[in-house]
């Protein structure tokens, strides 16, 4: 080991702190790429003679900052990056922000076909029970790699031609907009989080009972009325939702950005 690569006992910086500088240093130097697996706890330990309350502190700080994931019963490995999607600050799909951020996102179609609107959708969408809408089920990798299983929905009378529709490598929303004339404008879009079951974790790559983020979203065109529901079930250890929020100058006006019910 080298002399910069020990922990400094006289330093006044926290020795988790500087385990936390060493490991990453160590990443960059190595050329570790995600997947690849660091030093466990009790090798962590050894080579940097150190407490198992400094290791564990350190991995943890890392972890929560994204740099490393620790998978139970396996071991700790460098962290894929999380696509982040906005979650409230912008009406874009997961195409635009994977794009945004220099990734490439392909969907494999499941299913395309109009269907007859059940309960729940005619009420998202603002229509008579049975009325005709796209069904549309995507599986979605970034960077070839299972990310997201969505579920969407759109009045078959706002775009007849979209189960024709190639989306394999096109944006839903640049189609719905230049095929179509439809603009989503705004929507309502929450998020909560929940397990993967047998038949989800198939399709995403994971394990069952892994835990996976459900984003529930009802889109509004220019009429100010609902053109698109869908249900997304992002995995946990790839995704996260970043949101803006402002405190309006009169607490009085405005709606609030993020409602959090149980």
Same mark, same amino acid.
């Given at each position: 080991?080298? =002399?910069?690569?020990?922990?400094?006992?006289?330093?006044?910086?926290?020795?988790?702190?500087?385990?936390?500088?060493?490991?990453?240093? %160590? #990443?960059?130097?190595? *050329?570790?790429?995600?997947?690849?697996?660091?030093?466990?706890?009790? &090798?962590?330990?050894?080579?940097?003679?150190?407490?198992?309350?400094?290791? /564990?502190?350190?991995?943890?700080?890392? &972890?929560?900052?994204?740099?490393?994931?620790?998978?139970?019963?396996?071991?700790?490995?460098?962290?894929?990056?999380?696509?982040?999607?906005?979650?409230?600050?912008?009406?874009?799909?997961?195409?635009?922000?994977?794009?945004?951020?220099?990734?490439?996102?392909?969907?494999?179609?499941?299913?395309? &076909?109009?269907?007859?609107?059940?309960?729940?959708?005619?009420? %998202?969408?603002?229509?008579? =029970?049975? =009325?005709?809408?796209?069904?549309?089920?995507?599986?979605?990798?970034?960077? %070839?790699?299972?990310?997201?299983?969505?579920?969407?929905?759109?009045?078959?009378? #706002?775009?007849?031609?979209?189960?024709?529709?190639?989306? =394999?490598? *096109?944006?839903?929303?640049?189609?719905?907009?230049?095929?179509?004339?439809?603009?989503?404008?705004?929507?309502?879009?929450?998020?909560?989080?929940?397990?993967?079951?047998?038949?989800?974790? /198939?399709?995403?790559?994971?394990?069952?009972?892994?835990?996976?983020?459900?984003?529930?979203?009802?889109?509004?065109?220019?009429?100010?009325?609902?053109?698109?529901?869908?249900?997304?079930?992002? /995995?946990?250890?790839?995704? *996260?939702?970043?949101?803006?929020?402002?405190?309006?100058?009169?607490?009085?006006?405005?709606?609030?950005?993020?409602?959090?019910?149980?």
């Amino acid at each position: 080991m080298q =002399t910069g690569d020990r922990i400094d006992r006289g330093s006044p910086l926290p020795m988790y702190h500087q385990l936390k500088q060493l490991l990453v240093k %160590d #990443i960059e130097r190595r *050329r570790l790429q995600p997947g690849d697996r660091i030093l466990g706890d009790h &090798e962590l330990c050894s080579r940097y003679d150190v407490s198992r309350t400094v290791v /564990r502190q350190a991995l943890a700080e890392l &972890e929560n900052e994204g740099v490393i994931e620790r998978v139970k019963g396996r071991g700790t490995f460098v962290a894929h990056p999380k696509i982040a999607e906005g979650l409230v600050q912008s009406l874009t799909g997961l195409f635009e922000d994977v794009a945004a951020r220099g990734g490439h996102l392909r969907s494999e179609v499941r299913r395309l &076909e109009v269907v007859p609107a059940d309960d729940a959708v005619a009420a %998202d969408l603002a229509i008579p =029970t049975r =009325t005709p809408v796209i069904h549309l089920e995507r599986l979605r990798f970034v960077n %070839d790699e299972p990310w997201v299983w969505t579920v969407t929905h759109i009045p078959e009378s #706002i775009a007849p031609g979209l189960v024709g529709e190639d989306l =394999t490598d *096109r944006s839903l929303y640049e189609v719905l907009e230049s095929s179509y004339g439809v603009r989503l404008v705004r929507g309502v879009r929450s998020v909560e989080a929940a397990v993967a079951n047998a038949a989800q974790a /198939r399709l995403l790559g994971i394990r069952r009972g892994d835990p996976v983020l459900a984003l529930r979203s009802v889109s509004l065109g220019e009429s100010e009325r609902p053109v698109e529901s869908f249900l997304a079930l992002h /995995r946990g250890d790839r995704s *996260r939702f970043q949101v803006e929020l402002n405190r309006a100058a009169d607490r009085r006006a405005g709606t609030p950005l993020l409602l959090v019910t149980s």
